[in-house]
């Protein structure tokens, strides 16, 4: 514990990923003295490796940019309840089509110099092994330190669930062989920024074989017990065993592609998108993967263009935690049985970096407001912001498992839209206007 009891204009942040750097921002932007405490450099998780904030590990990506998709309304959402991770993330982007992708070092490069300017900001490195006193935001991730997930264990009284989720693998640009793929973006959405490599029939039977039947990475046995795969980031060697053509439906679909070389669609395609600002990274998307690295070197250079691929970053597993929230947690991420206590982020069950920045903002506001001596109102559930802080915190939800945005989550329109695009036209306007009257009464613990 620590030696003495923060002042309650006072706050202590644990964890500077996105959820962390999110809520310290919400409470030092309304007054509130955050002191964050951040394990790296001084130690790293499995899956961590940059010393900055806000590191990304399994993708650049922070997915669709189109208010009518689920990711794009709730990024607007957060741009308007003033997200430091968005600004920072338009700062390092880079091109990706209908998507907002960064450059990862310059996306935690610009996150941690802004934290680190900010008056009301006080960094402390090391690794937090037991909860410390006063107003507490726990955003430690789905890596959180045995320790720590130890203090919080014993904390909530609860089950911890677990599950493993895997990262692609990252080729350079120069080593693929340009003659075999294309440019292009499906339905010619935006600019052409993806590199498709196309498969014929044959091509594809092949490489399905190689895969299903390449050798993964042997699990300990505690891993066995508790292996569970969250489907929004499945192997891609496990996908491919439900059906030969599952792959040609999900993440190989060649739909809204054509192949210059022949004029017609592919029969499978895989897309590589950039990974970093200068474009000589791009990784593989969908093909997160638990296979050995051997097996990946000789399996994915199987893909057309990829046969003399230099693999930048092999593809690996993460073990992975979260709370169960609907158990534990409020619609503001605050543990229900400690009320000085919130979490924030992919340990409270919320799935994806955008998603994880939002409950960041949510509970730092919240925790602002109420050391400002007022109780936050929820999110309205027409927001896909507060849509998600009700699935979290819904005791009737009775198998948790995480939830990434979508547009499934939002209350139906009242008039029937045959039309999906103007559905969630509608619903995006419904949510953002419900979103601008839940400032307006929040104005008071709100103002940055």
């Not at 919400?26 to 790296?40: D, F, H, P, Q």
């Not at 592919?266 to 296979?291: C, E, H, K, M």
Request: with cysteine.
């Amino acid at each position: 514990m620590s030696e003495a009891r923060p002042a309650m204009n006072s706050a202590t942040v644990i964890g500077a990923g996105l959820a962390g750097c999110e809520a310290a921002w919400a409470l030092a932007s309304r007054g509130i003295a955050v002191t964050l405490r951040e394990m790296k450099p001084h130690q790293y998780s499995p899956a961590h490796h940059y010393p900055g904030f806000a590191e990304l590990v399994c993708s650049n990506s922070l997915k669709a940019t189109r208010l009518i998709s689920a990711a794009g309304l709730l990024k607007e959402e957060m741009r308007r309840m003033g997200s430091l991770i968005l600004e920072c993330a338009d700062e390092a982007a880079v091109s990706a089509g209908g998507a907002l992708a960064v450059d990862r070092e310059k996306f935690s490069d610009a996150v941690t110099r802004r934290i680190l300017a900010h008056p009301g900001i006080t960094v402390v490195h090391g690794e937090v092994t037991e909860i410390p006193e006063g107003p507490v935001i726990i955003a430690s991730g789905p890596l959180t330190s045995p320790a720590l997930s130890d203090a919080i264990g014993v904390l909530c009284g609860e089950k911890y669930l677990s599950f493993y989720d895997a990262s692609a693998p990252i080729v350079a640009y120069d080593s693929l062989d340009h003659q075999k793929t294309f440019f292009a973006t499906r339905y010619d959405r935006g600019e052409a920024d993806y590199i498709n490599c196309p498969f014929n029939q044959e091509e594809y039977e092949r490489f399905y074989e190689a895969l299903v039947t390449a050798e993964t990475v042997e699990l300990a046995p505690f891993e066995r017990e508790y292996f569970k795969v969250y489907e929004g980031c499945m192997p891609i060697e496990v996908m491919a065993k439900r059906g030969k053509d599952t792959l040609r439906f999900g993440p190989m679909r060649p739909v809204g592609l054509k192949d210059p070389r022949t004029g017609h669609r592919p029969w499978a395609n895989i897309q590589l998108r950039r990974d970093n600002s200068d474009g000589s990274y791009y990784n593989i998307v969908g093909f997160q993967t638990n296979l050995r690295f051997p097996e990946q070197k000789r399996v994915f250079s199987m893909i057309p263009g990829l046969e003399n691929a230099e693999f930048v970053r092999y593809g690996v597993m993460h073990r992975n935690t979260f709370l169960d929230s609907p158990r534990l947690l409020d619609a503001t991420f605050r543990l229900r049985r400690e009320k000085r206590i919130s979490f924030a982020g992919q340990i409270t069950g919320v799935e994806g970096y955008i998603e994880s920045a939002a409950s960041g903002i949510v509970a730092g506001q919240a925790l602002a407001a109420r050391l400002s001596g007022r109780e936050p109102a929820a999110l309205p559930a027409e927001t896909m912001t507060g849509a998600l802080c009700a699935y979290i915190s819904n005791p009737s939800v009775e198998d948790f498992q995480p939830m990434g945005s979508n547009m499934g989550i939002l209350p139906p329109l009242e008039e029937r839209e045959r039309s999906k695009e103007k559905r969630y036209e509608k619903m995006a306007g419904h949510a953002l206007e419900a979103l601008e009257a839940w400032k307006e009464k929040e104005k008071g613990a709100l103002t940055v």
